[in-house]
């Protein structure tokens, strides 16, 4: 069973910064391709930012040069690192957790976690 719990989540300004963590349990195969994900009111989930098992990473136009994803295997932990966050990085954020080669072909995650509130005031 692979649960992902997500944490850090937090009221900010913007120009301020935040680290997200996500906490992960289960075979480490099911999920070393992991992702970050968030949802604003009203919109559809987009992908934020990713990495695969090899530490390569992907991220969204809108988030490069201020986020930064990172993952720690000892510690089974998944991290976003947010900075400079603007007022319309306001969402919740998901982690994401798949096996690679299954995310590779088709971009599905099988796991989620429940999401962490970011509001970023101005």
């Known amino acids: 069973q692979v649960q992902l719990m997500e944490s850090g989540g937090d009221l900010v300004q913007a120009g301020e910064s935040l680290r997200l963590s996500c906490a992960a349990s289960?075979?480490?195969?099911?999920?070393?391709?992991m992702a970050w994900y968030r949802q604003a009111p009203g919109r559809q989930r987009e992908l934020v930012a990713s990495?695969?098992?090899?530490?390569?990473?992907h991220y969204a136009d809108s988030v490069k040069g201020r986020f930064t994803i990172s993952r720690d295997d000892v510690k089974n932990t998944l991290y976003l690192q947010m900075n400079s966050l603007k007022p319309e990085d306001t969402a919740v954020y998901y982690c994401a957790a798949g096996p690679t080669l299954k995310v590779v072909r088709t971009g599905v995650y099988d796991y989620w976690g429940q999401g962490t509130q970011v509001t970023v005031s101005s």
């Open positions: 289960g075979n480490r195969f099911s999920i070393n391709a």
């Open positions: 990495i695969n098992s090899g530490s390569s990473t």
